[in-house]
């Protein structure tokens, strides 16, 4: 370890050890990254995301606050119900003429029941396949939830749902556009899809199982956006980031802190999943055309050059800023991107400043290329050097 890493840890630490810490001193201070050493980046992620408060002494009761909170979600939204049904149709009591499984009020706890289960079968899908590059969600939590694998709770878990639903007529896929994709099952094999990543044996969890029954309770608690594709790709770096704590005491606590902290990151960007939103002040589409202005402004060679291939910022920049660039790079170097983001008090204002970073540092092959190679270099970008970029970005900000 360098003297200047060793230093940089130091300072890190001399802000966090005050009773009050000073956010602009910290964000100045992770916007050039955070050392993972000592679980620094977890703590002052949790910082930035305002999940913990700025006063110290408040942390130990607001962490037992909503780590029991989140207890009882599970409780209630996963437990409770999965009791409900492992009892119905026990008895004829379970199935009457006010509530049965063809009941179309959508009140009924059996509708609900298999609503639920069109936005637990999306996840489960994505979330098999978060960060294929790396093994660590198909590997084993050393911290699986007591409640959930309590041998004395009989009820019909998560894991059980999913292996027991099947979609008799079609496949459905729900994107931010609605329900979409749909096929037929003799086209869509989806037992191969559901076992594309083996369950562990009862008893164990796979960290993808406890993303998934994160984004199972942020669906249920905000029916109305629910679940959309793309939404894994923003709790994955999280859960990882906190999974991977060195302090095991934070460790354990890994699924209900990255629900937070995910639930307060989707409050500021929920808006680019909402369809019916895309075109006002607040949506993607004005987002991606931020992007373009921005280019128009610093680099007005490529910009025309962009415009005369008619390369739409939809192409790319969708996805940039949808999934908070998390597709374009792999893991450390998005958890390092997001250093950056999380410190910046206007996060996203800075993310739109990095998409065109990126733009500007690829300028000499995209003035070039033509459409063809343009649109493969924009999709699968080529510079692997985030620091690189974010310097870059820093650049434009500090120019305007």
């Known amino acids: 370890m360098s003297s200047l890493h060793k230093s940089r840890i130091a300072d890190f630490q001399d802000v966090l050890k005050e009773p009050s810490i000073v956010l602009e001193k910290l964000r100045e201070l992770s916007f050039s990254g955070i050392p993972c050493e000592g679980g620094l980046r977890c703590l002052c992620w949790k910082i930035l995301l305002n999940y913990l408060p ?31 049904k492992a009892n119905m149709g026990v008895s004829r009591e379970d199935v009457t003429f006010e509530d049965h499984p063809l009941n179309p009020n959508p009140d009924s706890r059996w509708n609900t029941y298999f609503r639920d289960n069109e936005v637990l079968l999306q996840i489960d899908k994505d979330v098999r396949r978060l960060c294929p590059d790396i093994s660590f969600f198909q590997r084993a939590t050393e911290y699986p939830c007591l409640l959930i694998l309590d041998p004395q709770n009989e009820f019909e878990t ?9 979609l008799k007529s079609q496949t459905v896929a729900r994107n931010r556009s609605g329900v979409t994709n749909m096929s037929s099952p003799h086209k869509n094999n989806t037992s191969q899809a559901l076992n594309e990543y083996e369950v562990l044996p009862n008893g164990c969890e796979a960290h993808w199982e406890v993303v998934e029954r994160i984004l199972f309770i942020y669906a249920k608690l905000n029916p109305g956006i629910a679940y959309v594709q793309g939404m894994n790709e923003i709790v994955g770096p999280l859960y990882y980031t906190f999974a991977t704590d060195p302090n095991n005491e934070w460790k354990e606590h890994a699924e209900a802190d ?21 075109d006002s002040q607040c949506g993607i589409t004005y987002k991606m055309e931020k992007v373009y202005s921005t280019l128009k402004d610093k ?72 459409f063809t190679i343009n649109m493969r270099l924009l999709q699968d970008y080529p510079i692997t050097d985030v620091c690189q970029i974010l310097q870059k970005a820093k650049e434009l900000q500090d120019s305007k």
């Open 54 to 84: 700025l006063e110290r002494a408040s942390w130990t009761s607001i962490l037992a606050k909503q780590r029991g909170l989140y207890s009882q979600f599970l409780r209630e939204m996963i437990i409770q119900p999965g009791i409900a």
């Open 158 to 166: 998560l894991r059980k749902r999913v292996e027991q639903t099947t």
């Open 258 to 278: 990255t629900f937070f902290c995910f639930t307060n990151l989707m409050a500021e960007i929920r808006d680019n999943f909402i369809k019916s939103l895309d």
């Open 299 to 370: 680099d007005m060679e490529l910009f025309l050059k962009l415009q005369e291939q008619n390369i739409k910022p939809q192409f790319f920049a969708f996805r940039w800023l949808t999934l908070l660039l998390s597709q374009e790079f792999l893991l450390p170097d998005v958890i390092r991107i997001w250093d950056s983001l999380f410190a910046d008090d206007n996060r996203f204002d800075f993310l739109l400043l990095v998409c065109c970073a990126m733009l500007i540092l690829i300028r000499e092959q995209l003035l070039e290329g033509d």
